[in-house]
């Protein structure tokens, strides 16, 4: 596609749940990176992917939070036993490759809002 | 750690240059970027600078390097209602893997 894409845009769920966020980056972009934005914050690294690995998941808060990206394109974000402190916008971005953060492009975001 | 600073809040008169400034704490970062986010929409890279330049013009912005203070700014010249936004200050992480670390973002209001 054009851009980065994010699904879906919002999501609402009851605390407890479980929930998936999936981002398409662009095509051909083999970085691909997730934040998270709370109100008021910037966003904050969760984790990054080189292809199909994690290559950095140091931003992931505890062990509720997984990402796979097992064909090295769609990334699926996945949150288990979601807490209200979960909820904030799950930002996606993707670049040609490593070292190559100038050309990062962001997609609109995932707002999540644990109820 | 790595950190990255700014104020809050810049509020500017239609036509005004507007100021943003940033600090960081991370030395090896190659690059420092201004990204802005309108209502709604996600983040857009304005513009960048590579670690060994002071600074670098791109039509209205100018964004000013000083390595020895790891001081960061982004100037708007003749600043419109449509540049009223948040402007994030980010600097890549030490591992250089393209993992940004932001700021709190500044938001700039326009007034007419």
């Known amino acids: 596609g054009a851009g980065v894409s994010q699904t879906p845009s919002n999501k609402v769920t009851e605390k407890g749940k479980y929930v998936e966020l999936r981002c398409d980056p662009i095509?051909?972009?083999?970085?691909l990176y997730w934040y998270r934005q709370s109100l008021g914050q910037g966003p904050e690294f969760l984790i990054y992917?080189?292809?199909?690995?994690?290559?950095?998941d140091s931003g992931l808060p505890n062990d509720r939070f997984f990402a796979v990206r097992p064909e090295g394109s769609v990334s699926t974000l996945k949150i288990q036993r979601t807490e209200r402190g979960d909820s904030a916008v799950y930002l996606c971005a993707s670049s040609p490759g490593q070292g190559r953060s100038t050309e990062a492009f962001f997609g609109q975001g995932t707002r999540l809002t644990v109820v | 750690g790595e950190d990255v600073e700014q104020s809050l809040f810049l509020s500017v008169r239609e036509g005004d240059s507007s100021v943003i400034n940033c600090t960081y704490t991370d030395s090896s970062s190659t690059y420092l970027y201004w990204y802005k986010q309108e209502p709604g929409a996600g983040l857009q890279l304005l513009t960048y600078i590579f670690s060994n330049m002071d600074m670098k013009q791109d039509q209205r912005l100018t964004v000013l390097l000083n390595k020895k203070d790891k001081h960061l700014s982004l100037r708007i010249a003749d600043t419109q209602t449509g540049d009223s936004a948040i402007y994030f200050c980010?600097?890549?992480?030490?591992?250089?893997?393209?993992?940004?670390?932001f700021g709190q973002g500044t938001t700039l209001q326009v007034k007419p």
């Open positions: 095509s051909g972009h083999t970085a």
């Open positions: 992917f080189q292809g199909t690995g994690a290559a950095d």
């Open positions: 980010a600097q890549g992480g030490s591992s250089n893997t393209g993992k940004l670390i």
